[in-house]
């Protein structure tokens, strides 16, 4: 077999912001439907129904002080020590988010400069060669960022790639919006960088789709379902929950297999599959209908390890996070080691779903 390009994983890192916070936190909050009507449940029943059908107890908010690009350039700072690699011989950073630069109070649009020149910047590089610039892809734009990566590092034209999820959904969520307490905020960062190899390793395929005609409107942007005087509109992210449920459960498994199919791997031979965290009760749908799909083949019980219940969802920087925290060992004793052969999928936004094979 000939010597071929291949992307590989050298680094990661995460920030997980400090701020436990607890289902009970939202007791006191109001809640209504989207005609801004009571529910008749009391909270007590609100948050025990909540955790029920998302597994979510707790979730993480980050502190006041900190903003989008800051969480972002924590977990670089993290994923640069863990490689090895050095900072000014990155070809690119890409930074995925969905809302910009988040201040605490300010939820204005602010996404200029990039949040990846501002990170750039933090980590005092001073190589003009190092292209850095944002993706918007949803919730599934941390991979692909690591996609769009490994496009260039198969080019030959890029070596180190910084790829980062970072969003600060609590600055984004509606106080009346039941469904906004499945939000978390956090960062996770990965390092990219070439092998040249006789066999395959790294990233060996991926797979995303769109699917806007039906779907676009699934997450939005729109106003608190109780506006109060001087609130302004459309700044919270709005979610038809139910329908965005069926819509990842009827299209997520096929994607998963379409990427499984091209790579020539099979399903039995996944040792972990690192899925977007959004809903606990959803990622085990998804992975039952995946086993299903494959001919019926039993779902290993550690294969699908799982954040959400004290991380919450965090949108683009679950997977990286989670990859982290098992690359580290710090994850309920879930490992990855040489040779294990991984699916990273997701699904958001757009409505984006993505899938990557990927060998350790
Ligand atoms: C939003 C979501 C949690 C709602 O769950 P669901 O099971 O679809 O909810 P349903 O509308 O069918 O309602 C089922 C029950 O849960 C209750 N419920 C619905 N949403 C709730 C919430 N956020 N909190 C508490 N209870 C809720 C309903 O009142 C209903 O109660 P009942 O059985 O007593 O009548 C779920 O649809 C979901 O997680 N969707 C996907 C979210 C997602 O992937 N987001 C992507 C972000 S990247």
Same mark, same amino acid.
């Given at each position: 077999m000939s010597k071929k390009i291949y992307s590989v994983i050298c680094g990661t890192g995460k920030y997980i912001p400090t701020n436990i916070i607890s289902n009970e936190v939202f007791l006191n909050n109001h809640f209504t439907d989207n005609s801004g009507k009571t529910f008749s449940q009391s909270n007590i029943e609100i948050i025990e129904k909540f955790e029920q059908i998302t597994t979510i107890n707790q979730r993480r908010f980050a502190d006041d002080n900190l903003t989008t690009s800051d969480l972002g350039w924590l977990a670089a700072e993290d994923a640069l020590n863990s490689s090895g690699i050095e900072r000014e011989s990155l070809d690119y950073i890409i930074f995925a988010q969905n809302f910009g630069e988040l201040r605490h109070g300010n939820t204005g649009v602010d996404i200029l400069p990039s949040l990846a020149a501002r990170v750039k910047k933090k980590l005092n590089i001073v190589n003009p060669n190092t292209v850095a610039y944002d993706l918007l892809f949803g919730c599934p734009g941390w991979l692909q960022a690591m996609i769009q990566a490994d496009y260039y590092i198969k080019s030959g034209e890029a070596h180190n790639v910084l790829v980062i999820g970072a969003d600060i959904l609590s600055r984004i969520s509606d106080p009346h919006d039941r469904d906004s307490m499945i939000y978390a905020d956090g960062a996770g960062a990965t390092l990219l960088t070439s092998q040249t190899s006789n066999t395959p390793t790294g990233i060996l395929t991926h797979k995303t789709r769109s699917d806007t005609l039906e779907y676009s409107e699934m997450l939005f942007m729109g106003d608190s379902y *109780?506006?109060?005087?001087g609130t302004k509109k459309g700044i919270y992210l709005k979610m038809h929950g139910r329908k965005l449920y069926q819509y990842a459960l009827k299209h997520v498994p096929g994607a998963i297999q379409d990427c499984l199919n091209k790579s020539g791997v099979l399903l039995s031979d996944i040792k972990k599959v690192l899925i977007h965290q959004a809903n606990g009760k959803m990622d085990d749908a998804i992975l039952n209908r995946l086993y299903k799909l494959e001919g019926d083949l039993s779902v290993p019980f550690d294969v699908m390890p799982m954040t959400?219940?004290? *991380?919450g969802n965090s949108s683009v920087a679950t997977i990286p996070t989670l990859l982290d925290l098992i690359l580290k060992n710090e994850l309920d004793g879930h490992k990855i080691k040489k040779g294990d052969k991984i699916i990273f999928a997701s699904v958001g936004a757009g409505m984006n779903i993505n899938a990557m094979i990927y060998q350790v």
């Open positions: *109780l506006p109060e005087n959400i219940s004290w *991380l």
